[in-house]
T-cell receptor, first 115, second 115 residues
Framework: SAVISQKPSRDICQRGTSLTIQCQVDSQVTMMFWYRQQPGQSLTLIATANQGSEATYESGFVIDKFPISRPNLTFSTLTVSNMSPEDSSIYLC????????????FGPGTRLTVL | AQSVTQLGSHVSVSEGALVLLRCNYSSSVPPYLFWYVQYPNQGLQLLLKYTTGATLVKGINGFEAEFKKSETSFHLTKPSAHMSDAAEYFCAVSDIATGRRALTFGSGTRLQVQP
């Protein structure tokens, strides 16, 4: 199984600013994903982070708001841009390998509060 | 599109009682199925998964789930609840028919264990 770490673990930000969240996996993985978990709710997929190409975004999420990078097979970043209080959520990174039946391993999450 | 329904947003049981958390999926082709647990202020941990083969799968912490194709269900059970089982539980599916690697999550069930 993969071990995933995220930085920061939590942050409090002012509206209009941006925050970049880092996700590091302890082994090379094929797939990396970013999810959002709004307070008291389930997980919603933001995008699939593709190594060496642009991320694939889900309906309702756009690159200008959530730019994603994935420079290699173990690292990805998600930026939450021009934040508003509605962006207050937990952001989770996950990783999967093609050989693992799509089983995903999750990071501990980044708890973001926007004032 | 794939969907997952978890019946009961909150389930309360007494310590030592049977735990039953319900999950139904919508798909004409059986997907890969997963149960994750989320403890307060933590990321998601995989409890168990069904991909192929035996329909009764055993996971960590004494949990098991049975895949029933005729009922499109994947209910999670544990014979005897422990106080440490109190957490949020998510059922998730991976749609192998479309090749989509990301997971679709249910709305979650919060399990309370009463002493």
């Amino acid at each position: 199984s993969a071990v995933i770490s995220q930085k920061p673990s939590r942050d409090i930000c002012q509206r209009g600013t941006s925050l970049t969240i880092q996700c590091q996996v302890d082994s090379q993985v094929t797939m990396m994903f970013w999810y959002r978990q709004q307070p008291g709710q389930s997980l919603t997929l933001i995008a699939t982070a593709n190594q060496g190409s642009e991320a694939t975004y889900e309906s309702g999420f756009v690159i200008d708001k959530f730019p994603i990078s994935r420079p290699n097979l173990t690292f990805s970043t998600l930026t939450v841009s021009n934040m508003s209080p509605e962006d207050s959520s937990i952001y989770l990174c996950s990783a999967a390998d093609r050989s693992s039946y799509n089983e995903q391993f999750f990071g501990p999450g980044t708890r973001l509060t926007v004032l | 599109a794939q969907s997952v329904t978890q019946l009961g947003s909150h389930v309360s049981v007494s310590e030592g009682a049977l735990v039953l958390l319900r999950c139904n999926y919508s798909s004409s082709v059986p997907p890969y199925l997963f149960w994750y647990v989320q403890y307060p202020n933590q990321g998601l941990q995989l409890l168990l998964k069904y991909t192929t083969g035996a329909t009764l799968v055993k996971g960590i912490n004494g949990f098991e789930a049975e895949f029933k194709k005729s009922e499109t269900s994947f209910h999670l059970t544990k014979p005897s609840a422990h106080m440490s089982d109190a957490a949020e539980y998510f059922c998730a599916v991976s749609d192998i028919a479309t090749g989509r690697r990301a997971l679709t999550f249910g709305s979650g069930t919060r399990l309370q264990v009463q002493p």
